[in-house]
């Protein structure tokens, strides 16, 4: 079973440009979130899609950042236009079945804003 | 109060001895609780989850939970070089979807 892959794996853009991230879910899961780790920090929730359906953005910093899952399986994260705070890896998990279940997480995208 | 606290280390262990990694959380209502391990460029990796008060062994690890501390723990056994990373401790939220997470715990295992 193929884990979850995120691509690219490394990013380097300048400030004002915009990136897209993307993630594969491991097959099935219908559960699948965004995290964020900055640099000195812990690793922080963005958002939440069930299926293709956004259930909690909550942790969205704000509106440069849109997250979408078009017909339920990969997803994209784009930031437009990138600010100097947005460097960090991005980290995609996904999860099977009800709430509470472990979440599995990809490499990661390792965003520089220069 | 920081929501999930971990002591940042690093813990180092010689090979073959007890490692133990702490963890404090501040809602009361949580109900799952994760440890991940972390290599440096690499995926969090799920190692252990446990959901009761109590211990659960898995392997060399074995996870400890108190509720009613609000602390969570996880002992590796016989620790070896290869164990050497950063060990992310994660509660889910109230809804159980969204996790939280320390900000890890470096163990160093010198061989």
């Known amino acids: 079973e193929a884990g979850v892959t995120q691509f690219p794996s490394h990013s380097v853009i300048e400030k004002g440009q915009t990136v897209t991230l993307r993630c594969d879910p491991i097959?099935?899961?219908?559960?699948l979130y965004w995290y964020r780790r900055v640099m000195g920090k812990e690793i922080k929730f963005l958002l939440h899609?069930?299926?293709?359906?956004?259930?909690?953005e909550s942790g969205m910093p704000n509106n440069r950042f849109l997250a979408e899952r078009t017909g339920g399986t990969y997803s994209t994260l784009k930031v437009q236009p990138a600010e100097l705070e947005d460097s960090g890896v991005y980290f995609c998990a996904s999860s099977q079945g009800p709430i509470g279940q472990p979440q599995h997480f990809g490499d990661g995208t390792r965003l520089s804003i220069l | 109060q920081k929501e999930v606290e971990q002591n940042s280390g690093p813990l180092s262990v010689p090979e073959g001895a007890i490692a133990s990694l702490n963890c404090t959380y501040s809602d009361r209502v949580s109900q799952s609780f994760f440890w991940y391990r972390q290599y440096s460029g690499k995926s969090p990796e799920l190692i252990m989850s446990?959901?009761?008060?109590g211990d659960k062994e898995d392997g060399r690890f074995t996870a400890q939970l108190n509720k009613a501390s609000q602390y969570v723990s996880l002992l590796i056994r016989d620790s070896q070089p290869s164990d050497s990373a950063t060990y992310l401790c994660a509660v889910h939220n109230q809804a159980g979807t969204a996790l939280i997470f320390g900000k890890g715990t470096t163990l160093s295992v010198s061989s």
């Open positions: 446990i959901y009761s008060n």
């Open positions: 899609f069930v299926k293709e359906s956004k259930q909690d």
């Open positions: 097959s099935g899961h219908d559960n």
